[in-house]
DNA sequence: TTTCCTGCAAACTATTTGCAATCTA
DNA sequence: TAGATTGCAAATAGTTTGCAGGAAA
């Protein structure tokens, strides 16, 4: 898929995932661009979000059992997902390198980068079970 | 699901789960366990191991666009994703402890776990884009 | 105009579920 | 025997795709 043509549709698509605060799957994108381009189909979805992830304008989030997210952030970066509510949580945290270490101790590998998935409870789920 | 009884079924899928060295999915899995319950369908794989899961036995691994995979090691340890074969490989490796700069950054959160998914080239792509 | 993109609907893949029959404890 | 578990088949959910018409360059 080329997808080289600025289209409403594709306008529209970026410029609701990129304003999604909650890391979005597909279904969500389709409802919420609705509202722009009501008569979008969610296979147009679908392929636009296929060409902005292999552009490198997106990245995928998979969970097992879930429909695929999309996070609007291309730039690797870690979560944490949420035990409770399934919630994904970015992390801007800088943190202590892992490169280094997993490449000495695997020196048959070619590692590229490093993302970090931490579980745990997000605030509000803390906030309730606390409560 | 309670799962309680340990039937001719049961036995054989944990059995093929702990014996993979590939972190299969539920039709690899399906397919081998038909070598030992040839009449066993894939409805049972897919509540057996949704069982195992619940119970801590197996881990899942998510990937976007494929099939759940399981892992027969429950207990939280790394993985590199190969960029170009979609392998995934483990790493037994020790790393720096990142819990306590997360927790110090996101007081807010309640973290229990890290795992880290490294991105990379298996040993087998590496030879072969190398050559 | 030319080629890419879209909407629609059908097709697919992975996974789940209802139910009657069958086993385990 | 009682109740959990199975096989089967149908049902879902998510995602992909072929095609003819429509739109961007």
């Not at 292999?54 to 690797?76: C, F, H, K, M």
Request: hydrophobic share 40%; net charge positive.
């Amino acid at each position: 898929m080329a997808m080289k043509r600025l289209t409403r549709q594709r306008k529209a698509v970026l410029d609701v995932v990129q304003k999604a605060r909650n890391h979005p799957d597909a279904a969500w994108i389709y409802q919420e661009v609705r509202k722009i381009v009501p008569s979008i189909s969610l296979g147009t979805v679908y392929r636009t979000l296929e060409a902005l992830v292999s552009e490198g304008q997106i990245a995928v989030l998979a969970r097992a059992g879930e429909a695929t997210r999309y996070d609007a952030n291309p730039v690797p970066h870690h979560h944490l997902i949420c035990e409770r509510c399934g919630e994904i949580v970015d992390l801007e945290v800088e943190l202590p390198d892992l490169l280094a270490p997993a490449r000495a101790a695997y020196p048959e590998l070619t590692i590229h980068e490093a993302k970090v998935e931490f579980r745990g409870l997000c605030p509000a789920c803390r906030q309730t079970l606390r409560s």
